[in-house]
Structures are given as structure tokens and as C-alpha cells.
């Protein structure tokens, strides 16, 4: 077996390899989408290095093994896509090579890591155990259909909800930062235009702003609700749903299909409102970090779930 940096040629392979290994629960992970075009054009737009911080497992001619990784130095932290391995004797052999040769080429400063797979994914979660990461609290993967149509949410009796305008960056900047501390979006790049839009609740009495949803439209028209947040005076006012319908209904009017989120395994409360706006859970992302923490670590020991049939 070769582990060797992704290139234009080896793309189409190592796309289809992964996105049959996204459609199984048991090799899912959670930073990727579902089908070829999707992963090859998220794997090539990879920060900062593209197709260069792709590294890809060949035996045979054949590509066996894919790990990408995506990396930061605000916070100094990698998230690895994969690793994904299919067709070998041994699985985990494939994985430690992979790993070890993409974590050889990060920069010095890279100290913080995160894996991100499905629970009942074990190749990479016996991996993470092996190299000291820790297991956090786990994010239920929550989607519904926006198709064929999705009607215009009634107005909120107590709040206006528009996009992001710059006279509300700084509030909304504040409520992201202590709602959110230390996620992989910083307050700086959480509104990005095209590829992030922030919609803002704000009081029809004094204009301050009570909460902000952030919702992508992703390479595949899949809609992806990011961040919600509202302020903890103005909750338990029906303003979160107020945000998540005008969020559905955005996704609706710019060509989605359908609305994903995620949410803490635990929040018994934001699954309920979920539930109530027609979300059901697909699938739950258990995030192993190295070097790092965001919530109380789980027991490391615990054995991971049974193997399921794949599906959601």
C-alpha cells in the first residue's frame, strides 16, 4: 500500500470511494456530504491547501484509503475528514497510515485535532482511541423536507427578523461568541455572503437584536441551518422557532430541497422545538478531539454502539 497526496487525476476515484463510504453509517463522518460531485468538490476546496492536504491509500492501482484535512491557525486546530478505507485485510493499518502521514504535514502550530464520525463508525473511533483523542458529547444530525414548498412563517409579535444588517455585527458577534465558545466559526467569519447568510431577530420596541439564525446552501441545493443563538433574556418567547422557520423558508426560496441542523445529544428542549418544526434525527455525530476540549468528556472505554444495517 502507497500513501501519496491527492491529485486531479486520482479525484473521480477517490470521490466515488468516499461517498460510497458516506451512504453507510458505519464509515459515515460528519464534515462531508452524500454524493461523488458534492465530496469532489469539498475534498478540492479543502482550507487552506485543497487537493494537497488530500492524502490517498493505493494498492494495486486501486485507491483503498482517503483522509482530508482542513486546518486553522485561530483556533491552531486540524479537522480530519476521514479517514475512509475499504478493500483492504486490515482496516485500521490503512487508517494509521493515513493518519500519520497527514499529521506529519501539518504545521508546527496545528496542536488541536477533531474527528467527527458517526457513532457507529468503529474504524474511526478505535483510531481516535488509539491516538489519545477523547470522546465528547455527541450532536444528533436533525433534517425535513423543504420540497414542495415551504409557506412564509407568520410574523413574530415581538421581534423582526431580516438578514444581518452592519449596524447589529457587533451584538450578533457577542451573542455568537458566548453562546458558541470556542467553535470552529469565529464571530469575524460567521456572516460569509453567498456561502453563509445570518438572519437577525431584533425587538420591534427597541431595535436590539434578540437572536441570529446562520443558514448555507450547500454545493448539492441541500439547505444547512449553522448556528442559532438567542439571548438568554429573550428566551422561552418562541423567538428560536420564529428564527428557524424564516430560516426554512430562505433555504425553500433559494432552490433546497430539504433543511439540515445539528443539536447536543442532551438538549432535550431545542429537540422538542426541532421536532415541532417537522426535524427528524438522522443520524449522531460523536466528536473525538485531541489536544482540546468543548464539552465534558464521555467515558473513552465505552464500547461503540453494534454495527447497524446502513440507513438512517
Excluded: K
Excluded at 420540497?147 to 410574523?155: L, Y
Amino acid at each position: 500500500m502507497e500513501v501519496t497526496v491527492a491529485t486531479a487525476a486520482t479525484l473521480e476515484a477517490l470521490a466515488a470511494l468516499v461517498a460510497a463510504q458516506q451512504a453507510d453509517p458505519r464509515s459515515h463522518i460528519g464534515y462531508l456530504g452524500d454524493d461523488a460531485t458534492s465530496i469532489a468538490a469539498d475534498l478540492a476546496g479543502l482550507e487552506p491547501d485543497g487537493l494537497d492536504g488530500v492524502l490517498v491509500a493505493q494498492a494495486a492501482d486501486r485507491v483503498v484509503g482517503v483522509l482530508g484535512a482542513e486546518y486553522d491557525t485561530d483556533p491552531p486546530r486540524v479537522w480530519w475528514h476521514g479517514p475512509f478505507v475499504a478493500g483492504v485485510d486490515d482496516p485500521g493499518e490503512a487508517a494509521d497510515a493515513l493518519y500519520g502521514a497527514a499529521r506529519q504535514r501539518l504545521p508546527g502550530v496545528v496542536r488541536e485535532e477533531e474527528l467527527a464520525p458517526d457513532d457507529r463508525n468503529q474504524l474511526v473511533a478505535e483510531l481516535a482511541r488509539r491516538h489519545g483523542f477523547v470522546a465528547e458529547e455527541a450532536s444528533a444530525v436533525l433534517t425535513r423536507p423543504l420540497w414542495p414548498t415551504t409557506d412564509p412563517p407568520a410574523d413574530h409579535p415581538e421581534v423582526a427578523i431580516a438578514p444581518l444588517a452592519a449596524g447589529h455585527r457587533r451584538e450578533v458577534a457577542t451573542l455568537h461568541d458566548t453562546t458558541f465558545p470556542g467553535t470552529h466559526t469565529v464571530s469575524d467569519r460567521l456572516d460569509l455572503g453567498e456561502e453563509r447568510r445570518v438572519l437577525v431577530a431584533t425587538s420591534h420596541d427597541a431595535g436590539v437584536v434578540c437572536g441570529y439564525v446562520a443558514v448555507e446552501v450547500q454545493a448539492n441545493q441541500a439547505g444547512y441551518i449553522d448556528y442559532l443563538a438567542v439571548a438568554e433574556q429573550h428566551r422561552g418567547r418562541g423567538i428560536g422557532g420564529a428564527l428557524v422557520s424564516v430560516a426554512c423558508a430562505s433555504l425553500a426560496a433559494a432552490g433546497c430541497g430539504s433543511a439540515t441542523l445539528t443539536v447536543r445529544e442532551s438538549n432535550g428542549a431545542a429537540r422538542a422545538l426541532y421536532s415541532r418544526l417537522g426535524f427528524r434525527e438522522v443520524r449522531l455525530l460523536r466528536p473525538w478531539r485531541r489536544g482540546f476540549r468543548l464539552n465534558d468528556p464521555v467515558a473513552e472505554a465505552d464500547p461503540v454502539p453494534p454495527a447497524e444495517p446502513a440507513g438512517p
